[in-house]
């Protein structure tokens, strides 16, 4: 069986991959969560909570991920829209489900009951939780 070559997409479009969509994902998430750090400015807070998301959350998955998944794929699979959206969600979720799964809660409320004391769920997080399976 023969193996198909798909052309490669720009260069301009991998450096706009790698450069611009994080900073406008973490742009977006400052936008919707701003953080406060006394700052009066919400201009201020806007910009300063975006700096924070980019470097510490945004470029080290696009580093340690993204351009590798990028060489990889790079004339295997074809640069579609899905693809590319496909890859690039892979890459922006992976590090947060590595964050939940190997390191949950320390300790967590709800409704003033402690579901989590420790990093283990508790009775009355197991019993109030909809997604624990010991009910």
Not at 35 to 61: C, I, S
Not at 91 to 99: M, R, S, Y
């Amino acid at each position: 069986m023969a193996v198909t070559t798909f052309a490669s997409p720009p260069w301009w479009r991998i450096a706009v991959a790698v450069i611009v969509v994080p900073l406008a994902a973490s742009f977006a998430y400052a936008v919707y969560s701003p953080a406060y750090q006394g700052l009066p400015d919400m201009m201020e807070r806007v910009v300063q909570t975006t700096e924070v998301v980019a470097f510490f959350g945004a470029y080290p998955p696009t580093v340690a991920l993204g351009i590798p998944l990028i060489l990889y794929f790079r004339g295997r699979v074809r640069a579609s829209l899905a693809n590319c959206a496909m890859a690039g969600a892979s890459v922006a979720t992976f590090p947060w489900l590595c964050l939940t799964v190997f390191f949950g809660p320390d300790k967590a409320y709800t409704n003033d009951h402690i579901t989590y004391q420790n990093g283990m769920m508790t009775w009355w997080g197991c019993w109030k939780l909809p997604n624990c399976s010991q009910k």
